[in-house]
Antibody, heavy 120, light 106 residues
């Protein structure tokens, strides 16, 4: 069955970097893009962008350029989200998500979420 | 960017109530709207895609409607397990979510 399994919670100091992983299994990795979503405490969902798992080409949403990088390691069917120069306001749960198997742009499969806490 | 305005932001309801949540897009987006349910500490779950298509395994008390700019999620008879937050999402161009609706027990 399709699964997206994310790495564990992180506690970081302001100015540090963090790399969150999203390991995919149960399907052909290159056939479905991976999206990234941020949810700050008590807030709604924000789409951060997506990465084409066939070409490795990332697309960043407005407001998420400059400090974030999406990447892949296709040999282990894993997508990564790296955030540099962390700020307290980056504290959030980060999710990866994948489209429906029928390719309609809705997200059927989600990782369990990774809590990133930024605190001095 | 397309904006999605969701209302209400929160509501109180009782088991058995009919619940309606709306989303309005800032421009016409055909039927490119999806609805998700999210419970505390959990990832969102897809309920409705393409405005009105029920995702496999989702109870039939959930339904979606709308096209163009105005969309609705309806729960025909609220059940205890339905107390959660609900999010609309447009997928016409890039992706945008509404602000979310928290459905609480009255």
């Amino acid at each position: 069955q399709v699964q997206l399994v994310q790495s564990g919670s992180e506690l970081k100091k302001p100015g540090a970097s963090v790399k969150v992983s999203c390991k995919a299994s149960g399907y052909t990795f290159s056939r479905h893009a991976i999206n990234w979503v941020r949810q700050a405490p008590g807030q709604g969902l924000e789409w951060m962008g997506w990465i084409d798992t066939n070409t490795g080409n990332p697309t960043y949403a407005q407001g998420f350029t400059g400090r974030i990088v999406f990447s892949l390691d296709t040999s282990v069917t894993t997508a990564y989200l790296q955030i540099s120069s962390l700020k307290v306001e980056d504290t959030a749960v980060y999710y990866c998500a994948r489209d429906l198997s029928n390719s309609w742009p809705a997200w059927e499969y989600w990782g369990q979420g990774t809590l990133v806490t930024v605190s001095s | 960017d397309i904006q999605m305005t969701q209302s209400p932001s929160s509501m109180s309801a009782s088991v058995g109530d009919r619940v309606t949540i709306t989303c309005r897009a800032s421009q016409s987006i055909s039927n490119y709207v999806n609805w998700y349910q999210q419970k505390p500490g959990k990832a969102p779950k897809l309920l409705i895609y393409a405005a009105s298509s029920l995702q496999s395994g989702v109870p039939s008390r959930f339904s979606g409607s709308g096209s163009g700019t105005d969309f609705t999620l309806t729960i025909s008879s609220l059940q205890p397990e339905d107390f959660a937050s609900y999010h609309c999402q447009q997928s016409y161009t890039t992706r945008t979510f509404g602000q979310g609706t928290r459905v609480e027990i009255k």
